[in-house]
C-alpha cells in the first residue's frame, strides 16, 4: 500500500490550490461544487499542470468519470459516489481511490473495493458543513486503524495543528484539512505551518 503524505490539503477551488501548492504541498485535493461543466473540467486540468510542476499529488474529488477522461491518477469518493461509481473502470484506468466513512458498515463497504486510503471524520467538531454524524474522536481513530489494517487512515474535521500530535498517536497516517487554512487570516503562513509540523510525521 503506498504511502500518504500526513499532511493533506483540501481545497474548493484552483486558485487556492495555485497559491498553496507552491509552498511545499504534497497531498492536495480538490473539492468543487456546484459549478459548470466546463468550469470543472478546467479547474481540474489546471490543477493537474499546477501539481505536476510542483511534484504535488493531486486528488479529484467525485469526478471520477472525467478523472478518467483527463488522466488523472487518484480520485476521493463519498459514500453516495460509491453508488455509482464503476470501480472496474477506475482500476482498469489506474486510478487510486480513497473513500470516505462514518460507521461501520461504511468502514466494511468502503475497504472491500481495496482504496488507497480510507478517511474517518469528523474527529472532532466542524463548520464546514453540517453533518449527520458527531464528532467521532481519538478512540474510533483507534478503532479504525485496527479495523483497516495496512490501508491508510486519513483523519478529517475539526483539526488544527495543535491537535495532530493526538490524531497520530492514535493511528492516522495523514490529517485531512480544509477550515483551518481556508478562515486563516494568513492562509499561506498557517498552510507553512501544518507543512512543518506535519514533518514530524512523516513515516
Not at 133 to 147: D, I, M
Not at 154 to 168: A, S
Not at 178 to 199: F, G, L, M, Y
Amino acid at each position: 500500500m503506498s504511502v500518504l503524505d500526513p499532511f493533506y490539503l483540501i481545497v474548493d477551488d484552483v486558485v487556492i490550490l495555485e497559491r498553496l501548492v507552491p509552498l511545499g504541498v504534497r497531498l492536495v485535493q480538490l473539492r468543487i461544487k456546484d459549478r459548470p461543466d466546463d468550469e470543472i473540467r478546467r479547474q481540474i486540468v489546471r490543477a493537474q499542470s499546477i501539481c505536476d510542476t510542483h511534484g504535488a499529488q493531486l486528488v479529484v474529488n467525485d469526478y471520477w468519470r472525467l478523472a478518467i477522461e483527463l488522466g488523472c491518477n487518484f480520485v476521493h469518493l463519498g459514500q453516495e459516489d460509491m453508488d455509482t461509481a464503476d470501480f472496474g473502470a477506475l482500476r482498469r484506468a489506474g486510478i487510486r481511490f480513497g473513500l470516505s466513512t462514518h460507521d461501520a458498515a461504511e468502514l466494511a463497504r468502503a475497504l472491500d473495493e481495496g482504496p488507497a486510503y480510507v478517511a474517518l471524520g469528523p474527529v472532532y467538531p466542524t463548520l464546514l458543513k453540517k453533518m449527520k454524524w458527531g464528532p467521532q474522536g481519538l478512540e474510533r481513530v483507534r478503532q479504525w486503524k485496527q479495523l483497516a489494517g495496512g490501508t491508510p487512515l486519513v483523519g478529517i474535521g475539526g483539526l488544527t495543528p495543535e491537535l495532530l500530535r493526538g490524531l497520530f498517536e492514535a493511528g492516522a497516517d495523514s490529517a485531512a484539512v480544509v477550515t483551518d487554512i481556508k478562515t486563516a487570516q494568513d492562509p499561506e503562513a498557517r498552510c507553512r505551518q501544518w507543512i512543518n509540523v506535519t514533518r514530524e510525521f512523516l513515516p
